[in-house]
């Protein structure tokens, strides 16, 4: 199931920093093709990726924030990126500008130091946004849960389209994402494609406690969907 639009909230004005965000996302994307084609792509993702045997001795710390800008394929940025924009203008009209920013790096390096917990002898790097996507979609469960979610999913081979709660929606992926986490025994195989379950969780988990304590500033929905 694919996210392709909500409940659009008007009242914050442009939502340029979800822009912003994407576009960073996007343009590094474009750097790591430049890389993979001269070779030096994998030294990229160890230099800037979150390594969890490096980190837990006190090495390249500075990963916590570059490997959430990173990711690993088309279809790693793709659904990152269509969650970031369809969620993420209801929580930074909530958190303005820089508060948003503030939380969506805050998630993203929640989400690295659990995975680096649960991980701690790992030499794979862990990368991508999702840390941060998961914290918006955490946030967004509390702050906008019964918001209005268009789903585009495949139904016998057909492509259907249908709306849902938005609690509903996300307490599905947060439990897929759970299950993923607590059946994986935590070394990548061609199975488990190495993701960091556990990074989800625990941006997800930080996105909840910033909805609650933020859920009184939460801007009313006006009724009309953005695809």
Do not use: C
């Not at 993979?36 to 916590?64: D, R």
């Not at 690295?112 to 649960?118: A, E, G, I, K, R």
């Amino acid at each position: 199931m694919f996210p392709i639009g909500d409940d659009d909230v008007r009242e914050g004005g442009v939502p340029w920093m979800t822009g912003v965000l994407i576009a960073v996302n996007v343009a590094v994307f474009f750097y790591e093709l430049a890389l993979f084609s001269s070779g030096q792509l994998e030294a990229f993702f160890t230099t800037y990726g979150v390594v969890p045997a490096q980190i837990a001795q006190g090495q390249n710390l500075i990963a916590f924030l570059t490997s959430m800008f990173m990711h690993g394929g088309w279809a790693h940025i793709f659904s990152n990126m269509l969650f970031l924009w369809v969620f993420g203008d209801n929580i930074e009209t909530t958190l303005g500008k820089f508060g948003y920013l503030v939380f969506y790096l805050a998630g993203g390096i929640a989400a690295s130091l659990v995975h680096v917990v649960f991980n701690t002898g790992a030499e794979t790097p862990s990368l991508g946004a999702s840390g941060a996507v998961a914290a918006v979609l955490g946030a967004y469960a509390v702050l906008y849960p019964q918001s209005r979610v268009r789903v585009l999913y495949f139904f016998f081979f057909r492509l259907m389209i249908t709306q849902m709660v938005a609690l509903v929606f996300i307490g599905v992926w947060f439990i897929t994402q759970l299950f993923n986490g607590v059946a994986s025994l935590g070394v990548p195989t061609a199975q488990t494609s190495g993701v960091a379950y556990w990074a989800h969780v625990g941006g997800f988990v930080l996105g909840l406690l910033i909805g609650f304590l933020f859920r009184g500033r939460r801007k009313p929905l006006e009724r009309t969907s953005r695809a």
